[in-house]
């Protein structure tokens, strides 16, 4: 068995080994999955954008398998206030973003936003990179299960509002679904769960690896959830 020991130039590597069975269905959808079945925005064939990494962390809660999430400060400058998965932007020290350096990035970046300990967390997939228009990043989606569960919490307030885990079971329920629609037009899947409204990139991950995974339940695709044009 290989955990990710180290976020500073440490060993950083994917195994499934001793993983709980209730996670096949999560690995076999990142074994699977097509970039464009994930986001129409994939990243720049010209190699812009800046590269970064987010951690989607699957741990076991009191309620099931929960995934780990953060609301980001309402200072910030980019997705102001927005509920994410811990991440963000290589830095040098992680390492060649064509290799393990996004998977030392998300463990790095969910260390200083949330408290992790990385050495609890085991990494076993990656998604395709994806893109976000708005702010023109290229986003790697690591995966890990959360094998040693350590405290969290908000370790920086100008960046971080309040970290907070979701179970799986309240993602798939169809009352806590809805579609966000943007005054530019932009339609996206939704998750009302823990008072917060997870949308955009987040709710858009989230969305594919329920439907992949076959744990999506139908829900109400017309229920719907205006934002403002500063969202």
């Given at each position: 068995m290989t955990r990710a020991s180290d976020t500073q130039g440490g060993p950083v590597t994917l195994s499934k080994d001793g993983l709980p069975g209730w996670l096949d269905p999560v690995v076999h959808a990142v074994e699977t999955v097509r970039p464009t079945q994930l986001s129409r925005f994939l990243p720049p064939e010209d190699g812009a954008g800046r590269q970064s990494a987010v951690l989607v962390l699957f741990g076991e809660g009191t309620r099931g398998p929960e995934l780990l999430l953060m609301e980001r400060a309402s200072s910030l400058r980019s997705h102001a206030g927005q509920p994410s998965f811990p991440g963000g932007a290589l830095d040098p020290e992680d390492g060649d973003p064509a290799g393990?350096?996004?998977?030392?990035?998300?463990?790095?970046?969910?260390?200083?936003?949330?408290?992790?300990?990385?050495?609890?967390?085991?990494?076993?997939?990656?998604?395709?990179?994806?893109?976000?228009?708005?702010?023109?990043?290229?986003?790697?989606?690591?995966?890990?299960?959360?094998?040693?569960?350590?405290?969290?919490?908000?370790?920086?307030?100008?960046?971080?509002?309040?970290?907070?885990?979701?179970?799986?079971?309240?993602?798939?329920?169809?009352?806590?679904?809805?579609?966000?629609?943007?005054?530019?037009?932009?339609?996206?899947?939704?998750?009302?769960?823990e008072s917060a409204l997870v949308w955009g990139f987040t709710a858009g991950i989230i969305d594919r690896l329920l439907h992949f995974a076959g744990w999506e339940r139908p829900w109400d695709r017309e229920k719907q959830v205006p934002l403002d044009w500063r969202a």
């Open positions: 393990d350096g996004p998977l030392r990035a998300a463990l790095r970046e969910a260390e200083e936003e949330t408290g992790l300990d990385p050495s609890g967390v085991q990494l076993f997939g990656v998604l395709p990179r994806l893109y976000i228009p708005v702010s023109g990043f290229v986003v790697t989606p690591v995966l890990g299960w959360w094998r040693e569960p350590s405290p969290v919490g908000v370790v920086d307030p100008n960046e971080t509002a309040r970290v907070f885990t979701v179970p799986v079971v309240d993602l798939t329920d169809p009352a806590n679904r809805a579609t966000t629609v943007h005054p530019s037009g932009h339609r996206g899947p939704a998750f009302l769960v």
